[in-house]
């Protein structure tokens, strides 16, 4: 169905390349900025290895919704989020995070059929009040998640809720290649790979949990993937909203009685309360692509018993 090397090539390279950023990140005793950026840095720069080893290097013009995001919204992703880093004050580094989510749908649509009028004069699919509508919309969901997701690393650590991250991306990429953008879905499976490398290193050369790790690159990357299968895929707006809301599932062990749970438990716990919803998504996304699989083969078959009749 799909190519398994290229699949795992992704993966492989994404995680090995964050793994590698990270653990350089961490030698010694980073200053706080650096603690703080290099989770972004770790997972972008896995990306952009990952998609180069699949031959989707970042390029000029960016035409089409992967090249913008290669090429525009990551670079500014982690331009902000090293400054964010750098910056004494949480609120005006919050205030920078929210302008970066309120352009980043904007960034992935532009020039689509969606905004633009490709065909001429009010062509767009998209009234000027729906689009200010859908793009606002979007950049809400994004910093809401972005927000929570922060605050749960707050009460958790930075390898817990990559951990999190981690899953959901991968949920994310098969969900989108199932929904018929493949080389989206393979963008995703890099990130994936990219988050679980950059999680694992920080696991092994930090002996404590860091609390303050940059999600931006992490979040901001599902976001895209999830747009590109919403708007240049087949994905549904019922199944996208799945996938960028999973995450939140994780602030269900937060709860008075489940905070009391063994360490250990209560990771388990985190987990399965994002996998569940994540693996009833891939089961739907895989009965539908099965159902159209089979109806591109019943259309097809009477039109081979045709050429053959004509023959």
Not at 203 to 220: A, E, F, H, K, N
């Amino acid at each position: 169905m799909f190519e398994t090397v290229a699949l795992a090539k992704a993966v492989l390279i994404g995680a090995l390349v964050a793994a590698g950023i990270m653990g350089l990140a961490c030698r010694g005793t980073p200053p706080p900025w650096r603690r703080d950026a290099c989770w972004s840095w770790a997972v972008g720069v896995g990306v952009l290895a990952a998609s180069g080893a699949t031959d989707q290097w970042p390029h000029w013009p960016a035409l089409e919704d992967r090249a913008r995001f290669l090429t525009l919204l990551l670079p500014l992703t982690l331009a902000v989020e090293t400054w964010a880093a750098i910056l004494p004050s949480r609120g005006i580094a919050w205030l920078v995070r929210l302008g970066l989510a309120a352009i980043a749908a904007p960034i992935l649509l532009h020039n689509s059929v969606y905004l633009a009028h490709l065909s001429g004069r009010d062509s767009a699919e998209w009234s000027l009040a729906e689009a200010t509508v859908v793009l606002c919309g979007l950049a809400a969901l994004l910093a809401i998640v972005w927000t929570l997701m922060s605050g749960l690393e707050r009460r958790s650590s930075s390898q817990a809720v990559h951990g999190v991250l981690a899953l959901d991306a991968s949920a994310t990429a098969l969900t989108v290649m199932l929904s018929g953008y493949y080389r989206g879905g393979l963008l995703g499976l890099g990130l994936a790979g990219a988050i679980a490398g950059a999680t694992l290193a920080s696991s092994i050369s930090r002996p404590q949990p860091s609390t303050r790790g940059s999600l931006g690159m992490s979040v901001i990357g599902i976001f895209a993937v999830v747009i590109m299968g919403r708007f240049f895929g087949a994905l549904s707006t019922s199944l996208a909203a799945c996938l960028l809301l999973a995450p939140l599932g994780a602030w269900t062990v937060e709860l008075p009685r489940l905070r009391k749970l063994a360490p250990s438990w209560r990771v388990m716990a985190r987990l399965a309360c994002v996998a569940i919803p994540l693996l009833v998504v891939l089961i739907i996304a895989q009965r539908k692509f099965t159902a159209a699989s089979t109806g591109r083969s019943r259309a097809f078959e009477p039109s081979i018993s045709r050429a053959f009749r004509l023959s």
